[in-house]
């Protein structure tokens, strides 16, 4: 028997490859599916069933392609509804893979359908749980709203309660667990950074697995905080409900150079340019209005907490030899209309005469030692969770996704400072309100961490 887990940093992700005398099962594929079809490849496996845990809002799933290509068998929990065929499983319905076996336990409350797989080994003891986005490290999933319901959250809530108490923690504690996501999903609120665990230690650690918690506990330390689902989430479910086409179509879709004099006229036609080289780049010059998200982080997330609109027009700076990567990267998240990209990169942006913007940095150093105390406006776009745990003395606290929300109500006459926890987020916010018009903005490197660090 044979499991590795297959991780996907940029996504917080964890999909799954097990296999067991020459066959092998998925589970929550990426969109891009030649990993799974080479290491079954590799070890002469068939790829026998691909495991959906749920139907996913914050990527787009691999499954349909990956089934076209191998011939393997889609298996969803209870109550999923598609517009492709697919097994649907009963509850503690078993598939062998070789000579192991897989159980569909039904654990509702992420989303109607969530299903936990439940591994176990040649001599039918329990081994691991794939938990998808049921439980995490250190947290449980978020009730999702992304699907049409007649639920709210908290008739989601108490049934994810139930579902981890009556069918996951009654599971022996040295049981593996496998979630669907870790650190920076959001998918969640507090996850671990650590992407494989021991159900025994979550007993002891997680919060939410408490033996003397009630459900109304439950359901509101689970919901206390929980910020609205990003607004790209619906449009995936959608786009995993029905279909998509393949990575490869994609790409030779959208790897297109455009030269600066067509880039300027796209700009023109509601054409978002989005830069994608790293924070410092960026803001050494970078072309008038466009946003900024690096390639270097959580990119296609964040793209999708940004910009929202799935259908949104994308016209990319990209560090040169990255472009596949880059349209790929958003495919993953459903971002599949790239026009293509800036020819030669914004060094042939400036050479051809265009105009160009820039972002004002200051080292945490410099602002530590003459500034932070200064300073009455200093905006903070971590989340609220990270600023009420340690924040700056007077610090406004708008957290990146709803920035864009709340520039009309906060007065940018003067000059602001704009710091996160290390500088990614920043310098998105930075790009956000240049592109808004704001330009009394001066971005703070290394963040938090290391305005913390000069002050200590």
């Known amino acids: 028997m044979k499991v590795e887990q297959i991780y996907t940093k940029c996504l917080s992700q964890g999909s799954y490859y097990i296999e067991s005398n020459n066959e092998a099962a998925i589970i929550d594929p990426i969109r891009e599916i030649d990993t799974y079809i080479e290491k079954a490849k590799k070890n002469k496996s068939k790829i026998k069933y691909i495991f959906e845990t749920h139907i996913h809002a914050d990527f787009i799933s691999g499954h349909l392609n990956l089934a076209k290509k191998t011939n393997a068998e889609i298996v969803y929990g209870p109550k999923s509804e598609t517009k492709f065929d697919k097994t649907v499983a009963k509850d503690y ?11 569909a336990i039904h654990t509702p409350g992420h989303t109607i359908e969530s299903t936990t797989y439940l591994l176990r080994d040649t001599n039918g003891t329990d081994h691991a ?18 699907q049409n319901s007649d639920m709210d959250n908290r008739d989601l809530a108490s049934m994810l309660y139930d579902s981890l108490r009556n069918k996951i923690m009654i599971l022996n504690d040295d049981v593996v667990v496998y979630p669907g996501h870790g650190q920076g999903t959001s998918c969640g609120k507090d996850l671990s950074s650590e992407t ?37 989430f619906p449009s995936n479910v959608s786009i995993n409900k029905e279909g998509y086409v393949e990575s490869e179509d994609v790409l030779n879709k959208n790897l297109n150079a455009f030269k600066p004099s067509e880039v300027e006229k796209l700009i023109n036609e509601d054409v978002t340019i989005l830069d994608v080289r790293s924070a410092d780049e960026f803001a050494k010059s970078h072309i008038p209005g466009s946003i900024f998200i690096g390639l270097d982080g959580r990119f296609a997330p964040w793209v999708g907490e940004i910009l929202e609109d799935v259908s949104k027009k994308l016209l990319l700076v990209v560090p040169m030899g990255r472009e596949k990567e880059a349209i790929l990267r958003l495919s993953r998240v459903g971002f599949d ?14 050479e051809s005469g265009k105009e160009i913007s820039s972002v004002e940095n200051e080292s945490a150093f410099n602002f530590s030692k003459h500034n932070s105390k200064q300073t009455k406006n200093i905006l903070d776009v971590r989340s609220k969770s990270e600023h009420s745990s340690e924040s700056l003395e007077k610090s406004l606290n708008i957290p990146l996704p709803e920035l864009s929300y709340s520039i009309d109500e906060v007065s940018f006459t003067d000059m602001f400072y704009i710091h996160c926890k290390g500088g990614y987020r920043s310098m998105i916010a930075a790009s956000l309100l240049l592109s808004k018009g704001v330009s009394n903005i001066v971005n703070i490197t290394g963040g938090f961490d290391e305005i913390k660090r000069f002050q200590s």
């Open 93 to 103: 319905q078993e598939f062998k893979v070789g000579n192991v076996t897989i159980v």
């Open 337 to 350: 209309n790239v026009h293509g990209y800036l020819e030669g990169g914004i060094q042939n942006w400036i």
């Open 196 to 232: 494989i665990g021991r159900l025994g230690d979550q007993k002891k650690t997680n919060y939410a697995l408490r033996e003397s918690m009630s459900k109304d506990q439950f359901v509101n330390e689970v919901l206390d905080g929980l910020l609205d689902p990003p607004k790209y």
């Open 129 to 146: 749980i794939f938990t998808g986005d049921t439980l995490f490290l250190g947290d449980v999933g978020r009730p999702d709203l992304s």
